[in-house]
Each structure stands twice: as structure tokens, then as C-alpha cells.
């Protein structure tokens, strides 16, 4: 996590350090879809990278989840090719885009989202997932520990791990009501603490501490 990381690294006091974080970067927080009863389950993944956000361990854990649960789909929007050796059945691969409107009608089609960075800084996709009440799972050791609230607002796996990341995603697959009540759980998260406005009350204080230190 971002706030550990200056700790330890650094060697500053706890008491010295504080995670602002970052707004939604959506404007308006967006009205929550409405999935279709007959929609089959689906995962999303956003990043043009492919192995830095951890694209091929989240498709080589899918397909082991898709062994269990026939039918789940996995909306990859990265750059390719994607490498031969990586299992690709389940999976629509969708070329990066800035058109909004794409990316937005992706978050409406998924049940949850997945982040399985090497090297993440913040996450805004996390934040905008969360804000169309999706649960998110995550990684240790990067800065989603601070958006992503473990059994609360989503699953934060070790990273590089496949099975682990398998089991997060056939765990939260097969359990709609844990998806509802996490997915609650984060848009409130991101109502709360990560609007702009939000942002700015915490920032100014903390500038104010600081420099009265």
C-alpha cells in the first residue's frame, strides 16, 4: 500500500504520514445498472498492459474458474496480441479505447471487476467500478489495500498468484448476494471518501499539519 510504503521505506513515523488518495474521475456518480436475469456472469479486467496489470495471471485463474463454472465470461479490454500460451476460451478481448461510452457500457455488462496489477499506484479503475457497485478484487503490496476494503467492498489476493486468484473469483461467481452487499459497500466507499470534494477536505488539513510540523 501506497501509505505502508513510505513507512517502511522511508523509515517516517505512521503518525507523520497520511493517504489522501485520489476523486472518482467519472463527474457524476452514475445510476447503478440493472442486470439482466439472463445475462451470463461476468468478469471485467481494463489495462492496455497486459503483463504489468496482471492480465496473464487473471487468464490463466479464469480459466480454472471456468472448469468450475461453465458459461462465465471475462471482458479483457488490453493491447495485444495476446500470447498464444495463455487460455483464451470465455474470454472477448477488447482493443484500448478513450471512447468513454465503450468503457462505460463495459462496467454496466460486468458483475466484477479484477486488478491483478505487477506495479499499480493508485487504481482508478477500482474506483469506477466501485461507484457501478461492482466488487473489485485486488492485490497485496500496491495501493488497492486503500480503496479496496478486504471482505468488505471486495478480495485482496497476493500478487502472482493464480490460485489464489482463481479461488476469489469462483468465490464471489458463485455468490450473487455477496456481490450485491460488496458492490453496496464500495459505491458507498466511493461516496464517502473518494469524490473530489471528499478528496480536497482531507488534502488541506494534511498540508496544514504538515507544515506546522
Not at 481494463?46 to 462465465?72: C, H, M, N, S
Not at 471487476?113 to 466501485?130: C, K
Not at 503490496?141 to 489476493?157: D, K, N, W, Y
Request: aromatic share 6%; net charge neutral; glycine share 10%.
Amino acid at each position: 500500500m501506497t501509505r505502508q510504503s513510505v513507512i517502511a521505506d522511508y523509515g517516517i513515523s505512521p503518525q507523520r504520514v497520511t493517504a489522501v488518495g485520489g476523486g472518482l474521475s467519472l463527474g457524476a456518480l452514475p445510476e447503478l445498472p440493472t442486470r439482466r436475469p439472463d445475462a451470463p456472469l461476468t468478469v471485467l479486467f481494463i489495462g492496455a498492459e497486459l503483463r504489468r496489470k496482471g492480465g496473464d495471471v487473471l487468464l490463466q485463474a479464469f480459466a480454472r474458474t471456468r472448469a468450475e463454472l461453465a458459461g462465465v465470461r471475462l471482458l479483457c479490454l488490453t493491447r495485444g496480441p495476446i500470447p498464444p500460451e495463455l487460455p483464451l476460451d470465455g474470454v472477448e478481448v477488447i482493443a484500448p479505447t478513450w471512447d468513454r461510452e465503450i468503457i462505460l457500457g463495459l462496467f454496466r455488462r460486468a458483475d466484477l471487476l479484477v486488478l491483478p496489477s505487477r506495479l499499480e499506484t493508485w487504481g482508478d479503475v477500482l474506483l469506477e467500478a466501485m461507484a457501478f457497485g461492482l466488487p473489485c478484487i485486488g492485490v497485496s503490496g500496491q495501493a488497492m489495500g486503500e480503496i479496496v476494503e478486504h471482505e468488505r467492498t471486495g478480495l485482496i489476493v497476493p500478487p502472482d498468484d493464480v490460485p489464489a486468484l482463481a479461488a476469489a473469483l469462483t468465490r464471489l461467481l458463485r455468490d450473487p448476494a455477496l456481490r450485491q452487499t460488496w458492490g453496496s459497500a464500495g459505491r458507498r466507499r466511493v461516496e464517502t471518501l473518494f469524490t473530489w470534494d471528499e478528496v480536497v477536505d482531507r488534502f488541506a488539513p494534511a498540508i496544514e499539519r504538515a507544515s506546522q510540523r
